[in-house]
């Protein structure tokens, strides 16, 4: 069965996760694979807000569990999940390196939205990982897989249909897209 490329490059217009510049990819052995711009000039050192319904300090192992509709923001992003872990450092201050969060995850900025079942936010290294029903929205515009990485630095989001993969809590997560990536575009109406 040969693979065919139906959308070798979309415009799309928006920000924030803007799906700019779309071009759906085969990957080899990977499966497929969609690259598109996202959270383009987002400041991962802006101020991290935190809100849920229970906190614990965990001081030893530097790092706070949420839970309870936990809701994380910064600088016009919001991160919402069911319970989140916070790894920091107190080197000069406190410094959060890195977020974990599970059930339900939903990332949001702008009329743009990413949802999957696990996300890991690395602020060093400036990634937004998400496994597990991946979904990416913009408008009418929808894009599903099994997993996908956001590139805060370059803003270039990768989504694979990687199915199964690993929790921050080392529980297999199901990435429920069956090895491939699929997605809706809309058409605007053109005059005749």
């Known amino acids: 069965m040969n693979r065919v490329s139906p959308i070798k490059s979309m415009l799309l217009a928006g920000a924030g996760f803007a799906l700019t510049s779309f071009a759906l990819l085969s990957a080899g052995a990977g499966g497929d694979s969609a690259h598109a711009q996202a959270l383009a000039n987002h400041n991962s050192a802006a101020p991290v807000d935190f809100d ?5 300090v965990q001081d030893r192992a530097d790092r706070v569990v949420l839970e309870g509709n ?12 069911a319970r989140m872990t916070v790894a920091y450092s107190r080197q000069g201050g ?10 339900g995850v939903v990332v949001t900025k702008g009329d743009e939205r990413a949802s999957g079942n696990v996300a890991i936010y690395d602020l060093d290294r400036r990634l937004i990982t998400m496994v597990g029903n991946v979904q990416l929205t913009q408008r009418g515009n929808r894009l599903n897989g099994g997993r996908m990485v956001i590139d805060l630095s370059t803003g270039r989001a990768t989504v694979d249909g990687r199915g199964a993969a690993r929790g921050p809590d080392g529980n297999p997560v199901q990435g429920g897209s069956g090895g491939r990536v699929t997605g809706t575009f809309t058409v605007p109406e053109r005059k005749q």
Do not use: C, F, P, Y
């Open 94 to 103: 406190t410094e959060v390196n890195r977020l974990d969060a599970t059930g």
């Open 52 to 56: 849920a319904g229970s906190i614990e």
């Open 70 to 81: 936990v809701r994380v923001t910064q600088a016009g992003m919001t991160l919402t999940a």
